[in-house]
């Protein structure tokens, strides 16, 4: 879906009294930190929207190495998951222009963020959302999964 179709829908689903939610994140290997916080996020509204960043701000963010899945790839996982209802590919290091765009009535973080360390935060509460950081889902993390592959099968054969 286009930016502008994405607009048209969440003007429609306004209309009806939605209430909006917007979360973005990489989404690079899912892993179950992912779904919980996904889940907590959808939670706290009608219609989640993930804001999933492009493979070159990823590598701009974590390094050449990174992504290790391309992003429509990762735009489809997450697509399909129960508790997704629009996902949003964006280039920018931070999603200020999608939501800009959008203008969720809830902008949700994990809760490795701190409400000052978010540069989007005056932007969401300038229109009268709010930013909401949900409980983090400790041990979950894609750099964390990367690691265990590479200890576990440095010195293996792969087909």
Same mark, same amino acid.
């Given at each position: 879906?286009?930016?502008?179709?994405?607009?048209?829908?969440?003007?429609?689903?306004?209309?009806?009294?939605?209430?909006?939610?917007?979360?973005?994140?990489?989404?690079?290997?899912?892993?179950?930190?992912?779904?919980?916080?996904?889940?907590?996020?959808?939670?706290?509204?009608?219609?989640?929207?993930?804001?999933?960043?492009?493979?070159?701000?990823? #590598?701009?963010? %974590?390094?050449?190495?990174?992504? &290790?899945?391309?992003?429509?790839?990762?735009?489809? /996982?997450?697509?399909? !998951? =129960?508790?997704?209802?629009?996902?949003?590919?964006?280039?920018?290091?931070?999603?200020? #222009?999608?939501? %800009?765009?959008?203008?969720?009535? &809830?902008?949700?973080?994990?809760?490795?963020?701190? /409400?000052?360390?978010? !540069? =989007?935060?005056?932007?969401?509460?300038?229109?009268?959302?709010?930013?909401?950081?949900?409980?983090?889902?400790?041990?979950?993390?894609?750099?964390?999964?990367?690691?265990?592959?590479?200890?576990?099968?440095?010195?293996?054969?792969?087909?």
């Amino acid at each position: 879906m286009s930016k502008e179709e994405l607009a048209e829908a969440l003007d429609a689903l306004r209309k009806k009294n939605k209430k909006i939610i917007f979360t973005n994140g990489c989404f690079d290997i899912l892993h179950l930190g992912h779904i919980r916080y996904l889940q907590q996020a959808k939670s706290l509204g009608d219609i989640l929207i993930v804001g999933i960043n492009s493979d070159s701000s990823i #590598r701009k963010l %974590k390094g050449e190495n990174r992504p &290790i899945v391309p992003e429509d790839e990762r735009s489809e /996982i997450i697509a399909a !998951l =129960e508790c997704v209802d629009y996902v949003i590919i964006f280039s920018e290091s931070t999603p200020k #222009r999608i939501i %800009k765009m959008i203008k969720p009535d &809830i902008h949700v973080k994990g809760g490795d963020w701190k /409400i000052e360390q978010i !540069l =989007e935060a005056n932007l969401v509460q300038s229109y009268g959302g709010k930013v909401v950081i949900v409980d983090e889902v400790e041990g979950y993390s894609t750099s964390e999964i990367i690691r265990r592959i590479i200890e576990r099968y440095r010195h293996m054969e792969l087909d």
